[in-house]
């Protein structure tokens, strides 16, 4: 099938297998985590110091990562850091079980996976292109990650809001430490073609520098990067989803579960809405349209009161978040160069998980002071903004973009009308 057509490529398939149950086990730890955290602290500000925690480190560290990813095997940086994330959830198990832990391990513990993923995503990222091999199926394999991604979103939180009821946070943690057998084995079975060394005489900070002077100087990488960092920052609802479930809906972490599983459903669909596509072309307008729609969504949730409809609009900005990070990923990853592309990825990581931790302590402190309903409309309010200016740029960026396009033989012919 079309929807399929990546995993016809072996080294593919092993990994989509692999990280479709880790990644279950992942967003198993992260419910029960932040409903952890709620439930030893009642704090929506302590919530978003936790959610700082983890991701900060993808803003100060993405830069190097990206050098790293660029220049050493890819696949052996992915063992090293699905390994240190092993150990991690397994030191959160052990804390948990025991009924030693407090919010400042729990603190310690984010920034420890924060670090790892700083690492992680920018090789994870660039190493598609190596699993995949033909880069015309290199759509389809970022639109297929996506789909996991958001299917273990779905599965993830509704089994972590029935274990954390019934048998408590730390053998979600547990299970979690296990699931990373799967991601590692896959790794380590898979067949690659000897990758060309990529040696270089230049410094780390100064190949950190010829990557921002790349990325930043070509205007549709740099506009792509500028919105999703906007989207990031403002789409804050996550980290007060416990507040939500406990204090807007009188709910528990079944109704947490339940409130991120239909975020994973919207963007579940959106995962085969993409892959379905069969060419890069229009993602352009898509990017914009859906970071609206994620401010649209962000403002109906924000006032709702009716739970059935806060899962809608919930699903509706899973859809649209999905839609403009694939879209993103899909554009950068086709139209950097080789060797930069690890570069560009780990900036792709700082705007996409870097800027979430600026979110996370904005969403805490904005709720605190106007409280959680309020915070998230706000973030709605400028995202709508945000994909307004830019569906206005769209004309200069098509501009900028159309050579690179004609080269890759993506725009066959000058008639064709320039979209990236």
């Known amino acids: 099938m079309q929807i399929f057509r990546s995993l016809a490529h072996r080294n593919y398939r092993l990994f989509f297998a692999g990280q479709g149950i880790s990644l279950i086990g992942t967003w198993m730890q992260q419910i029960a985590m932040t409903w952890l955290v709620y439930r030893l602290t009642d704090s929506p500000f302590l919530l978003g110091i936790v959610g700082f925690s983890s991701q900060i480190p993808a803003f100060l560290f993405s830069s190097f990562a990206g050098v790293v990813a660029d220049r050493w095997d890819r696949r052996r940086i992915l063992v090293v850091t699905q390994s240190l ?9 052990i804390l948990t079980l025991s009924g030693i832990i407090t919010v400042w391990q ?6 420890i996976i924060g670090l790892i993923n700083a690492f992680d995503i920018p090789a994870r990222q660039a190493f598609v292109v190596q699993m995949v091999g033909r880069k015309e199926d290199l759509p389809n394999a970022i639109a297929l990650n996506s789909s996991l991604f958001n299917g273990a ?36 079975m898979m067949q690659l073609v000897p990758g060309e060394q990529r040696a270089s005489d ?12 790349y990325a930043f100087g070509f ?9 999703l960092a906007l989207t990031s920052i403002m789409a804050m609802h996550l980290v007060l989803m416990p507040v939500f479930a406990r204090e807007i809906f009188h709910g528990g972490p079944q109704a ?46 924000a006032i709702s009161r009716m739970f059935w409809f806060s899962l809608a609009m919930l ?8 839609i403009q990070m694939a879209s993103s990923n899909t554009i950068l990853q086709t139209i950097a160069d080789d060797d930069k592309r690890g570069r560009v990825m780990s900036l792709y990581a700082m705007a996409f998980m870097g800027m979430a931790p600026i979110g996370s302590l904005l969403g805490g402190s904005l709720a605190g002071s106007i409280g959680a309903p309020g915070a998230v409309l706000t973030g709605g309010i400028v995202c709508v903004l945000g994909s307004l200016a830019f569906a206005r740029r769209l004309p200069v960026l ?4 159309r050579p690179t396009y004609l080269r890759l033989g993506i725009l066959p012919s000058e008639k064709h009308a320039p979209k990236i």
Request: aromatic residues 6%; hydrophobic residues 60%.
């Open 85 to 93: 994330s092993m150990a991690q959830a397994l030191a959160a198990a």
């Open 153 to 188: 979103r779905l599965i993830g939180p509704s089994i972590a809001g029935i274990l954390v009821a019934v048998l408590g946070e730390g053998i979600c943690f547990l299970l979690n430490t296990v699931s990373y057998v799967a991601v590692i084995t896959a790794l380590m």
């Open 315 to 322: 699903a509706v900005t899973g859809f649209a978040t999905m």
């Open 106 to 111: 729990i603190i310690t513990l984010s920034l």
């Open 256 to 301: 947490l579960g339940a409130l991120m599983a239909s975020i994973g459903v919207g963007a579940l669909a959106g995962a085969a809405y993409l892959a379905s596509r069969s060419s890069i072309l229009g993602l352009d307008r898509i990017i914009a349209f859906a970071s609206g729609l994620v401010g649209i969504g962000l403002v109906a949730f």
């Open 219 to 227: 205007p549709p990488i740099r506009s792509i990067l500028l919105l």
């Open 398 to 401: 098509r501009a900028s973009v």
């Open 202 to 213: 230049q410094r780390v900070l100064q190949r950190v520098k010829e990557g921002f002077r």
